[in-house]
């Protein structure tokens, strides 16, 4: 996770944007309603040993305002929102179908909680491949940088939890 936000946001680590990055247990883990799914690539040695290939989380949370669009905080309240976090491939591995599976994971998981009323994601349109698959997967519902006074670099995308 921390090879994506300083190889393909440029942001790299941010305290107040990160945390879950550095603890995932206490984000992830430690409620019920919420998920972390990493995809290890297995060594063919027979150790069960290998490197992360992949990561996706979910959570509860909504999107604050700020730094997002107040409607957009609005319209995803925490508790009712599923927000699909960290869902990140490692570059050797993209082009496989693999964000998708994690994605699904995600979203049946969601479902299956039974309390979530929407699904909602922010994406960075500078990591490769990120709005090809967010746009296959859902719908974009505010692209910041279409927004009057040019905005941020963030796209928010919806997702169909039915």
């Known amino acids: ?4 936000v300083y190889r393909d946001f440029g942001t790299g680590y941010v305290p107040h ?6 603890d995932p247990a206490s984000y992830y883990l430690s409620d019920p309603r919420h998920t972390l799914i990493v995809a290890v690539e297995e060594r ?6 290998g490197s992360v290939a992949a990561t996706a989380a979910l959570d509860a949370r909504g999107p604050a305002h700020p730094p997002n669009p107040p409607w957009v905080a ?9 927000q699909l976090r960290r869902v990140y491939v490692r570059p050797e ?8 599976r994690l994605v699904g994971e995600l979203m049946d998981f969601a479902r ?3 309390g979530y009323g929407a699904a909602y994601l922010h994406a960075h349109p500078r990591s490769p491949g990120a709005m090809e698959l ?12 279409d927004e009057v006074g040019g905005g941020a670099d963030t796209v928010h995308v919806e997702l169909p939890l039915a």
Do not use: F, N, Q
Not at 74 to 82: L, N
Not at 93 to 100: E, F, K, N, S, V
Not at 134 to 145: A, H, I, P, Q, T
């Open 112 to 114: 299956r909680d039974g």
């Open 134 to 145: 967010w746009r296959s997967l859902g719908k974009v519902v505010c692209d910041e940088r």
């Open 17 to 22: 944007w990160h945390a879950d990055i550095v």
């Open 1 to 4: 996770m921390l090879d994506a």
């Open 93 to 100: 591995h993209r082009r496989r179908g693999l964000a998708t």
């Open 44 to 49: 063919g040695d027979g150790t069960g040993t």
């Open 74 to 82: 609005e319209r995803y309240p925490s508790g009712t929102t599923a």
